[in-house]
């Protein structure tokens, strides 16, 4: 088969193309990405030397290069995990999250109508349902869940979710949609939340937790997200939505607290601060459907996760210290400076 991946330099797109070409040596993958800001082609290294691996780059709102692309490979499945995904960005400056992950995503189902495919897959975040409260630890988000988002993320993210249904029903178009819940691993950009903590620790330089600290993620290793979506473009049910999670929850702190205590270093660095406008208080995700429907189940639980993801950054410091040398080095100066 030969499978799209968009967004395949940045964090997940990444572990994905390796998920596959470990997993699906037969498959070939072609991966767009534009190179913003998350994506790297450092990333990719070790993938470039694969003959069934072929990198493009690339913008999916640009309609002339992707219609190009499409007409060059006979794509069977299209995975879109390109996207600006960074919620506090979003706030910054919405627009470029509508452009690419409202229009991004148009733009690839057009071309997916005019070529033909098999199947079309949206990679979603739990973060279009918005939040649960924090006392009622019996409430999770179900496929059935009210969409209702809170920030400019996850409102074009939403967006992006009904248009492929729409197209799916007005189109026929062959989709597919998973909704999953905060990742964390090998390759995660140093400025969401586990990567960051992880390298200011180990410069010793402070963590800045937003409000108490008190809002909740539920944590899914990346290698968990990757095997869930490989298991639905190749057998879950067209039209559907999957949810993926993996009843990892754990408030900010104690995930701080976590990679404080692994990296033996003082909880004085933890420094509270202005709140993130907007913040949704708790998600935790029912992956029921997926499990019974397909048989998945993360394999990773959070204690093996962490610290397998700490070995990797500390084993990596190159790949990490890169970015933070860039531009990286004034967004966190814009970012963090009044809060
Ligand atoms: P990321 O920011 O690390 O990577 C995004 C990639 O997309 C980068 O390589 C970037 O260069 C590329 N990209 C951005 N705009 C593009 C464009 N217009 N055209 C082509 N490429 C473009 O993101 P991530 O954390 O790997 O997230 C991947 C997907 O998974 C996103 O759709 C996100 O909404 C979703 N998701 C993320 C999480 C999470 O915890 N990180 C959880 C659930 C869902
Ligand atoms: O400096 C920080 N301090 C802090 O307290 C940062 C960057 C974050 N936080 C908090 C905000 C959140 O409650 O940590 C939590 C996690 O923050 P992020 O890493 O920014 O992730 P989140 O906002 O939960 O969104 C992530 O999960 C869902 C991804 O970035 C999205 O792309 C995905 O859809």
């Not at 390109?82 to 071309?111: C, W, Y």
């Not at 939340?193 to 180990?202: E, K, T, V, Y």
């Not at 979506?229 to 993926?244: Q, T, W």
Request: glycine share 6%; charged share 25%; proline share 4%.
């Amino acid at each position: 088969m030969n499978i799209l991946v968009t967004g395949g330099a940045g964090f997940i797109g990444a572990n994905f193309v390796y998920y596959e070409l470990k997993n699906h040596p037969e498959d070939r993958i072609v991966c767009l990405d534009k190179l913003t800001y998350a994506g790297n082609l450092q990333t990719l290294e070790e993938a470039m030397k694969n003959d069934n691996f072929r990198f493009v780059k690339g913008d999916i709102a640009d309609r002339d290069c992707v219609f190009r692309l499409f007409e060059e490979e006979k794509f069977d499945i299209v995975v879109n995990f390109a996207a600006e995904s960074h919620v506090d960005r979003s706030v910054e400056n919405p627009e470029i999250f509508l452009k690419t992950n409202i229009l991004g995503t148009q733009t690839l189902m057009d071309a997916c109508r005019k070529y033909g495919i098999k199947r079309y897959h949206q990679v979603s975040t739990d973060e279009v349902y918005g939040d649960l409260p924090l006392d009622r630890p019996d409430l999770f988000f179900t496929e059935e869940t009210p969409i209702h988002t809170s920030s400019p993320y996850s409102a074009s993210k939403a967006s992006a979710d009904l248009l492929v249904l729409a197209y799916a029903r007005t189109f026929k178009l062959p989709v597919s949609i998973t909704r999953c819940s905060n990742n964390y691993g090998p390759y995660h950009f140093p400025e969401k939340l586990i990567p960051l903590m992880i390298s200011r620790a180990l410069a010793d330089e402070s963590l800045p937790v937003y409000g108490k600290g008190e809002n909740v993620r539920d944590w899914l290793y990346v290698e968990d997200h990757c095997s869930a979506i490989d298991l639905v473009i190749r057998k879950g049910r067209e039209g559907e939505v999957y949810n993926i999670g993996g009843h990892n929850e754990r408030t900010n702190l104690e995930v701080v607290k976590t990679i404080l205590k692994l990296l033996s270093k003082p909880e004085s660095l933890i420094t509270y601060v202005t709140d993130r406008p907007g913040h949704d208080m708790r998600y935790a995700i029912d992956p029921t459907k997926i499990h019974t429907e397909l048989g998945w189940l993360p394999e990773t639980t959070f204690d093996k996760g962490i610290e397998q993801t700490i070995k990797w950054y500390l084993d990596n410091e190159d790949w990490w210290k890169n970015i933070l040398e860039g531009d990286y080095q004034n967004y966190y100066e814009r970012m963090y400076k009044n809060r």
